[in-house]
């Protein structure tokens, strides 16, 4: 086990015998009944609860690579519809930021390093062929603003989301936290 896992686990044998968990404690339903679909950049963390004065128990953050959706039943989709018929999320937010990583990935670049690390050619190609263009699925987006517009959209015309859920985009500065409608 890595050293930093192994403090991040004693930490945790200390957290929660000295209670401090306490502090933490809330109900499984968000008390803002909103869903946050996030970018997982760690830049955002802390920064997008902060900027949004958020506490602990307020929204149901979801977050991946990108704050993107892009097949209609991927698991932030599923996510999302757990979260408006389980737990009454009447309300979603895509919060995407400058900066993005994910804006310049490159499918080929991300191949060729899955080889340097030892998957295989013959891999590759069987998921190529029965799963899906890896090149392609893993190619990022050219424009932020398209890119969040593209998942509101995804969410709003979805045909298991009810007409009556409210679906917004923005853009987050992920330095300052400043945060802009996207529409």
């Not at 760690?42 to 949004?52: D, G, Q």
């Not at 398209?146 to 979805?158: D, E, F, G, Y």
């Amino acid at each position: 086990m890595k050293d930093n896992l192994k403090k991040m686990l004693e930490y945790n044998r200390i957290f929660v015998e000295h209670g401090m968990y306490q502090r933490y404690e809330t109900t499984k339903y968000p008390d803002k009944k909103i869903a946050i679909l996030s970018c997982m950049d760690t830049r955002l963390t802390e920064l997008l609860p902060a900027a949004l004065g958020l506490k602990n128990g307020d929204v149901k953050l979801i977050k991946n690579a990108g704050a993107r959706i892009m097949e209609p039943y991927d698991s932030a989709m599923f996510s999302l519809i757990v979260a408006i018929y389980e737990l009454d999320v009447d309300t979603i937010m895509v919060v995407g930021h400058d900066e993005c990583g994910g804006q310049h990935l490159n499918g080929k670049e991300m191949v060729e390093k899955m080889i340097s690390h030892g998957i295989s050619e013959q891999t590759i190609e069987e998921v190529n062929h029965n799963h899906k263009n890896i090149e392609q699925w893993l190619t990022g987006f050219c424009d932020l603003e398209k890119s969040v517009l593209s998942t509101v959209k995804m969410i709003q015309n979805h045909p298991l989301v009810h007409k009556n859920v409210e679906v917004y985009g923005f853009a987050m500065h992920p330095k300052t936290g400043a945060l802009r409608v996207i529409e």
